[in-house]
């Protein structure tokens, strides 16, 4: 039996039976609440971040296209934010919102400008060096637990994938990974160590900028350091920790969904002997049903307006709903699933500030290698605990496991050589 959703805030009409995007029922079955939700309030929601902070959460397939194709009325720059006097200093979500001079939050000609150097800096990348990176960072990583038998495939294996692929591509040291990956979660998980998270990730970032600009190299940040865009130092200290945190987290909740997926779904028992066929299939299908960003920080209203039925006012948050739009039964086959072979979920956003598309090729060649890889050398793959028993992150923002304990008959190593 399900938790109803809270009572009316008392004083506040337009957040009646707002929904927590936090606690217990939240960690467990966003899913749940966003099917109420929808039930309740039709495609646009009235919901409550940690601090009572409230927002309106997008979760209409089509409202959401409306909302990121129309910058004019929804705009990035959360200076518009009009609950700022009331948010504390200290709130544990302030760094996902805080306006800061990034691509993230730029608008117009000068969004069109960042976005134009972010996007030629990743398509510079060669997609046989990054896929044949992806296997040596993929053997590495298995080599240090093939032969244990044992493994938790989040924190040893998808977490530091993408992220040892990314270090190469901007130029980092890959000793710097773990200190790269705390920082990530602290600052996405919303905790007491957000604020500490983000500013350790912008002095990495700095100290990678200033080397580059030094000695550049055959990577992403000396290739940003000298485009026609004239982008600065801090411009591109600020684009890189966006990149860093927009190419990491979601790619590696991806793999550990995608993972989780095949080993409690029989669908897929195929592909856990050794075979690939599903493995497109199954990255697919996590991001319809669990995709990792599964709501995101978001829009905010520049005039009075109505949104689904709702009355947004000027300065509103508008929240990026991509699992409820994925969930949205008007983009599902009758019986609630989604079509086979079908990419059109929202998982990577839509508009001029979705995820460019070298990005999400990129990403699609970490994730897929990244499974292969383990599959090829680990064919007897298991989960070790009931699927009951994994626990998801206490995020508003992604959907993923704390941990994915595996089982499997030991293995030796590769032989290679990583560097």
Not at 109 to 118: D, V, Y
Not at 326 to 342: F, H, I, L, T, W
Request: charged share 20%; proline share 8%; with cysteine.
């Amino acid at each position: 039996m399900t938790e109803p959703l809270p009572s009316p805030p008392p004083g506040c009409p337009a957040h009646r039976a707002a929904a927590p995007l936090y606690g217990p029922r939240f960690q467990t079955d966003p899913g749940g609440i966003y099917r109420e939700l929808r039930a309740a309030h039709g495609p646009v929601a009235p919901v409550e971040l940690p601090g009572g902070v409230p927002a309106w959460l997008v979760i209409g397939y089509r409202e959401l296209q409306l909302v990121t194709s129309q910058p004019k009325l929804f705009g990035r720059d959360s200076t518009r934010w009009n609950a700022w006097p009331s948010i504390a200093e200290d709130w544990p979500l302030r760094p996902m919102m805080a306006p800061v001079p990034s691509i993230l939050y730029a608008e117009g000609a000068e969004h069109q400008r960042r976005s134009a150097a972010i996007t030629d800096a990743l398509a510079a990348v060669d997609p046989y060096e990054l896929k044949t990176y992806c296997e040596r960072a993929a053997d590495r990583l298995v080599d240090e637990f093939a032969g244990r038998g044992e493994a938790d495939l989040v924190a040893e294996y998808a977490h530091r994938m993408p992220l040892l692929v990314l270090c190469w591509m901007l130029g980092l040291e890959a000793g710097q990974v773990p200190v790269l990956i705390q920082a990530l979660v602290d600052m996405l998980d919303g905790g007491a160590a957000a604020q500490q998270g983000a500013q350790r990730l912008l002095a990495i970032m700095l100290e990678l900028v200033e080397s580059k600009r030094a000695q550049p190299g055959a990577d992403i940040t000396s290739r940003l350091l000298v485009h026609p865009a004239g982008l600065t130092d801090d411009e591109v200290m600020r684009d890189l920790r966006v990149l860093l945190i927009a190419g990491h987290q979601p790619t590696a909740y991806w793999i550990a969904n995608a993972l989780r997926l095949m080993l409690t779904d029989d669908r897929f028992a195929a592909s856990l002997s050794g075979g690939r066929r599903s493995v497109s299939q199954a990255l697919t299908e996590a991001l319809w049903e669990d995709t990792p960003t599964q709501n995101f920080a978001g829009r905010w209203a520049t005039r009075d307006t109505q949104l689904g039925g709702q009355k947004i006012a000027a300065g509103d948050m508008v929240l990026l709903g991509f699992a409820g739009a994925n969930a949205d039964p008007s983009v599902r086959q009758p019986n609630g699933a989604a079509a086979e072979g079908n990419h059109a979920h929202m998982s990577f956003s839509h508009g001029e500030h979705r995820c460019p598309f070298p990005a999400q090729e990129a990403a699609e060649v970490i994730a897929g290698t990244a499974i292969e890889v383990l599959l090829d050398r680990l064919p007897d793959l298991r989960l070790a605990v009931a699927e009951s028993a994994l626990v998801w992150r206490p995020s508003a923002w992604v959907r993923a496991l704390v941990a994915l304990p595996v089982g499997f008959t030991p293995a030796t190593t590769s032989g290679g050589v990583f560097g």
